[in-house]
């Protein structure tokens, strides 16, 4: 129960990693604004399930990540709750894969409106409660591609390095509140994002630089999120986690 009592927001939470994420939340005890583009039976049933199971709330939040207006009405409905938020993890994200001669400067926008610019506004937003209660963790999802560069991930890798950047820059500006910002740099996950973004033969070709030799499951890269939400990563901030199996 290493979150009992603690309020969470956690975006991308409809599958792969945000879903994982929910669920080990939700067994350490946490309370959860579960942030999703859309609302689903499937969904719905599953937090349903783990609220009943851990004895905790979990609210979906709908948002689409490139809509302001959307974001702004969805913190307001948190705000509204007279909840504390001690914890926000920015995991939402898409991915795209192209050599850069090939990728469109349509295609790079919408690689950071979607994995970084969004992530940045709803982190304005809810650090500045984290503020005024003057405590709080912040976690921000990037990727191993944002440090390794991998071929065809421009966008991307590039989005991905935005977060490690600004959770350097995050951590200095907002430790005089005690809140503190890390980010997690997960390796291949099996996901339904690696399914559909890499090829066989790209898999076995990083499958074969992997000391471990294997790809990560969702819920390892959870579970480094709650070490780093939780209070037994109390002393470390401004740092990057890579889940990757040995990259």
């Not at 942030?35 to 939040?61: A, D, G, M, W």
């Not at 390794?148 to 991930?153: D, K, L, P, T």
Request: hydrophobic share 40%; net charge positive; aromatic share 6%.
């Amino acid at each position: 129960m290493l979150l009992k009592d603690k309020v969470a927001v956690v975006t991308g939470c409809n599958r792969g990693i945000g879903k994982e994420i929910v669920r080990v939340f939700a067994e350490n005890g946490a309370n959860i604004w579960a942030c999703v583009r859309k609302e689903n039976q499937s969904f719905t049933k599953y937090v349903h399930n783990l609220e009943q199971k851990h004895s905790v709330n979990i609210n979906p939040v709908c948002f689409e990540l490139n809509d302001e207006e959307q974001i702004k009405a969805s913190v307001k409905t948190i705000k509204n709750s007279k909840q504390p938020v001690n914890i926000l993890v920015n995991n939402a994200g898409i991915i795209f894969t192209a050599l850069f001669q090939m990728t469109s400067m349509e295609k790079l926008k919408e690689m950071f409106e979607i994995n970084y610019f969004s992530q940045m506004l709803l982190t304005q937003y809810i650090s500045r409660m984290m503020m005024r209660q003057k405590s709080g963790s912040i976690i921000n999802i990037s990727s191993s591609a944002a440090i390794e560069g991998n071929e065809g991930r421009t966008g991307y890798a590039s989005a991905k390095a935005s977060m490690i950047a600004s959770t350097k820059v995050l951590a200095r500006e907002l430790a005089p509140y005690n809140i503190r910002v890390n980010a997690v740099a997960p390796g291949l996950t099996q996901t339904e994002m690696m399914k559909s973004s890499t090829s066989e033969d790209a898999l076995q070709e990083t499958l074969n630089r992997i000391c471990m030799r294997r790809v990560g499951q969702p819920e390892e890269i959870a579970n480094s999120v709650l070490f780093l939400a939780s209070d037994l990563s109390s002393y470390i901030t401004s740092q990057v986690l890579r889940v990757d199996g040995g990259m």
